[in-house]
Antibody
């Protein structure tokens, strides 16, 4: 059974870099068809797609965040990661790693991890 | 501000049929299937409907989805107190090459 688990720092200082990793179990990231994404949800607000990566390393990012985002994959560890640079308080959110079917739906969600940006 | 538009709240009494809407544009709902997600407080969203009207295994048939043009709707028949939560619509956006979401509808079962 597919499971996704986020890990990383829960507190980041303004202007620094947010780093999160998603550990995937139950299926190989190399299994194809699916994309591996990050989605975030600020407190009491809606969902925002950040970007995704395919098993071959191809990435797509939300234009609103593109200049600050990098998503990478480590196939040897069956993980994918998010880096968001120059964070501000508006980047405070619950960050979810998810598996999706491009053009269709987000099929599986991690439990999410809260990242606070504060000095 | 969310790309897809949802009413912020909806309510109904137990046993009633509840509906919520989702409005988008030609680059998202107008050209791609809609999905719906259910989220309870403190938990991650869960896929409820995909491809406009398909239910993943385990989702009760009380939940149904439909789409027409650039709008979609989610219906819940026989409302139950445990249906209280937030419901989000989403669709792939061809301009963005990624997912766009609605702002969510908070369902209250009175």
């Amino acid at each position: 059974q597919l499971q996704l688990q986020e890990s990383g720092s829960g507190l980041v200082k303004p202007s620094q870099t947010l780093s999160l990793t998603c550990s995937v179990s139950g299926v190989s990231i190399d299994s194809g068809y699916f994309s591996w994404s990050w989605i975030r949800q600020p407190p009491e607000k809606g969902l925002e797609w950040i970007g995704y990566i395919y098993y071959n390393g191809t990435t797509f990012y939300n234009p609103s965040l593109k200049s600050r985002v990098t998503i990478s994959v480590d196939r040897s560890k069956n993980q994918f990661s998010l880096k968001l640079t120059f964070v501000t308080a508006t980047d405070t959110a619950v960050y979810y790693c998810v598996r999706g079917l491009s053009g269709s739906a987000v099929t599986t969600w991690g439990q999410g991890t809260l990242v606070r940006v504060s000095s | 501000q969310s790309v897809l538009t949802q009413p912020p709240s909806a309510s109904g009494t137990p046993g009633q049929r509840g509906t919520m809407s989702c409005s988008g544009s030609s680059s998202n709902i107008g050209s791609n299937p809609v999905s719906w997600y259910q989220q309870f407080s403190g938990s991650a969203p869960k896929l409820l409907i995909y491809n406009n009207n398909q239910r993943p295994s385990g989702v009760p048939d009380r939940f149904s989805g439909s789409k027409s043009g650039t709008s979609a709707s989610l219906a819940i028949s026989g409302l139950q107190s445990e249906d209280e939560g937030d419901y989000y619509c989403a669709a792939w956006d061809d301009s963005l090459n990624g997912w766009v979401f609605g702002g969510g509808t908070k369902l209250t079962v009175l």
